[in-house]
């Protein structure tokens, strides 16, 4: 009797520590699933799924000389297939528009620019921000009606900032003013070399939008809206100036010189729009997620 009750005493307690167990199994799951929330990688790291190409001068989706690929893990931008650039500007979409979200990106300057590429280009990328679909592009347009967060790198003296707005085909608010120039730059400091830089971009509809560099803010606008000029080719009909602008796609660009991204991921933060004490709050554990 007595080594009966003994076995049935250790097989109580093996269930206990199992049950235990599976309940922590089951909160580290719940805490990690948490902590993941409403984060899409756009990017997988692995090839160019769920995105769609379009080069000036070349048909939806036509990859013309391999310029965007993935290699070691990275989304690159190459011209090394290129004889001339020839204002060949490219734009890589995701295949999902968005309203509001925080947008995420790691990347680097690296290499020679492409023959014949603009001045202005050199060490130049950007992220497109609620911009038109790449099936509504002209065959020779050369930029998206978008937001341009642009991307750029310094050249080892002079100071260049990063995270510059630039609209083509668009306006924005700045100070209760509408902002017409093409180009404004942020207050970030200048990132030379081939070292990886995180840029992020906090856009909430057709209310705010923040550029945000290594965890600081380095501009910020409101009322994003279609209007102005710096795009050619385009289809009148998708231009309807004084839209304002609530959603959109994001694309990055191929300007001419290489460049790589090792992250592309977004927050998607549309369903706490109507919810502004929840929407303080999860922009709160973000920050917090950043600063870890």
């Not at 290129?82 to 309203?99: L, T």
């Not at 790449?134 to 065959?139: C, D, N, P, V």
């Not at 209007?227 to 100036?241: C, I, L, W, Y």
């Amino acid at each position: 009797m007595k080594m009966k009750a003994l076995l049935s005493t250790c097989l109580l307690l093996a269930c206990f520590s199992c049950t235990t167990q599976q309940k922590e199994d089951t909160t580290q799951q719940q805490n990690a699933d948490q902590e993941q929330g409403d984060w899409i990688q756009l990017f997988n790291g692995k090839d160019l799924e769920g995105w769609d190409l379009k080069i000036k001068g070349h048909a939806l989706n036509e990859n013309f000389g391999n310029t965007f690929r993935v290699e070691d893990g990275k989304m690159v931008v190459r011209y090394d297939q290129y004889d001339s650039f020839d204002e060949q500007y490219g734009h890589i979409f995701y295949k999902e528009p968005f309203s509001a979200y925080l947008l995420v990106m790691e990347y680097r300057f690296v290499g020679e620019q492409a023959k014949d590429g603009p001045g202005w280009a050199t060490r130049n990328s950007g992220a497109m921000l609620h911009s038109q679909a790449a099936a509504t592009m002209g065959l020779d347009q050369d930029f998206p009606i978008s937001l341009e967060a642009q991307l750029l790198g310094g050249n080892g003296t002079d100071e260049r900032t990063t995270a510059n707005l630039c609209t083509p085909g668009t306006n924005v608010v700045m100070g209760d003013t509408l902002f017409t120039p093409h180009c404004i730059n942020s207050s970030s400091k200048t990132y030379h070399g081939d070292q990886w830089v995180r840029a992020e971009v906090l856009v909430l509809g057709d209310s705010i939008v923040k550029h945000i560099v290594e965890g600081d803010t380095v501009l910020v606008y409101e009322k994003p809206q279609i209007g102005g000029g710096n795009v050619s080719n385009h289809d009148p009909a998708v231009k309807k100036d004084g839209q304002l602008l609530k959603e959109g796609y994001i694309a990055l660009q191929s300007e001419s010189h290489p460049v790589e991204f090792r992250k592309v991921e977004l927050f998607n933060l549309e369903q706490y729009m109507d919810d502004p004490q929840k929407m303080k709050s999860v922009l709160r554990d973000l920050k917090k997620r950043e600063a870890k």
